[in-house]
Nanobody, 125 residues
Framework: QVQLVESGGGLVQAGGSLRLSCAPS????????MGWFRQAPGKERDIVAA????????YYADSVKGRFTISRDNAKNTVYLQMNSLKSEDMAVYYC??????????????????WGQGTQVTVSS
């Protein structure tokens, strides 16, 4: 079992920044990839970014490229999502997820087997 604890969500003005953190615990040796998803009311849960914990390969959804950065600190066993230039359309519940595969395209929730509880990101205009 892998447990994931997210933190860092909150209220920010449009154009502002937030940094989300995710700390996995438990059987972390089974994790190959960490991802961030988001889900707005009435919408599907979509991937935002992903990173492998070894080589550091990254993936970003087109909607966040150039604004969001996913990173890992293996010493602290933490994965981050730095979100800059936030827009109203970024407002959602953000979920951290752990998975065992890496893709260059076609990401979906099916690729991840453990999820955090979610953290709300609210962007005010």
């Amino acid at each position: 079992q892998v447990q994931l604890v997210e933190s860092g969500g909150g209220l920010v003005q449009a154009g502002g920044s937030l940094r989300l953190s995710c700390a996995p615990s438990g059987r972390t040796f089974s994790i190959y990839t960490m991802g961030w998803f988001r889900q707005a009311p009435g919408k599907e849960r979509d991937i935002v970014a992903a990173i492998t914990l070894t080589g550091g390969s990254t993936y970003y959804a087109d909607s966040v490229k150039g604004r969001f950065t996913i990173s890992r600190d293996n010493a602290k066993n933490t994965v981050y999502l730095q979100m800059n230039s936030l827009k109203s359309e970024d407002m959602a519940v953000y979920y951290c997820a752990a998975g065992s595969v890496y893709r260059t395209t076609g990401w979906g929730p099916k690729d991840f087997y453990s999820w955090g509880q979610g953290t709300q990101v609210t962007v005010s205009s």
